[in-house]
């Protein structure tokens, strides 16, 4: 049974940097069929996907358009997980962040979520 | 911010069947599977169907999902109390070239 397990601080003064860590339970951040990904939800901004980073023969990593020229998402294979780096953060960034991982057949699908992180941007 | 666009709310009493839109685009819906997801106060959200009408192991059968052109819905027959949540339809967008989701939608069991 795959389990993701989210670590990270839950505030961040604005134009500071977010960090998060998922960890990996039951599968591995190197599977050629998972795509490991950050997602967020506000209030403002409902569920919004971030972006995600997986392997095929070479690492690739993905983000939104909106989080694009900030957001770096990186697996760390020798602690089986990846993280979340989201910079020049304002309050509109305060949001409940989440790890999740997709799966890419049939379709592709978010099959197994973290417990969620609320991060709270505020000096 | 969301691609998908549901009803923001939809009820019914216990036993009743209620079905849930999503409305898309060529890009998203129309190119590709569509995801439900349900979200429960305070939890994650849930895979409830995924490749527009497949279930996960452990989802009751009475949920199930369907497609056609740009649309989706979800419909929940024989509702129970403990279907009181939000849910969400999902779709990979391929002018974004990422996951999009939807409004969200809160079903009420009255």
């Known amino acids: 049974q795959v389990q993701l397990q989210q670590s990270g601080p839950g505030l961040v003064k604005p134009s500071q940097t977010l960090s998060l860590t998922c960890a990996i339970s039951g599968d591995s951040v190197s599977s050629n069929s998972a795509a490991w990904s950050w997602i967020r939800q506000s209030p403002s901004r409902g569920l919004e996907w971030l972006g995600r980073?997986?392997?095929?023969?070479?690492?690739?990593?993905d983000s939104a358009v909106s989080a694009k020229g900030r957001i770096t998402i990186n697996p760390d294979t020798s602690k089986n997980q990846f993280s979340l780096q989201l910079e020049s953060v304002t309050p509109d960034d305060t949001a409940v962040y989440y790890c999740?991982?997709?799966?890419?057949?049939?379709?592709?699908?978010?099959?197994?979520w973290g417990q969620g992180t609320l991060v709270t941007v505020s000096s | 911010q969301s691609v998908l666009t549901q009803p923001p709310s939809a009820s019914g009493t216990p036993g009743q069947r209620v079905t849930i839109s999503c409305s898309g685009s060529s890009s998203n819906i129309g190119s590709n599977t569509v995801n439900w997801y349900q979200q429960l106060p305070g939890t994650a959200p849930k895979l409830l169907i995924y490749s527009s009408n497949q279930r996960p192991s452990g989802v009751p059968d009475r949920f199930s999902g369907s497609k056609s052109g740009t649309s989706a819905s979800l419909a929940i027959s024989g509702l129970q109390s403990e279907d009181e949540a939000d849910y969400y339809c999902?779709?990979?967008?391929?002018?974004?070239?990422?996951?999009?989701f939807g409004t969200g939608t809160k079903v009420t069991v009255l």
């Open positions: 980073t997986y392997f095929r023969s070479k690492w690739y990593s």
């Open positions: 999902s779709a990979w967008d391929d002018s974004l070239n990422g996951y999009v």
């Open positions: 999740a991982r997709f799966l890419t057949q049939s379709g592709g699908r978010l099959d197994c």
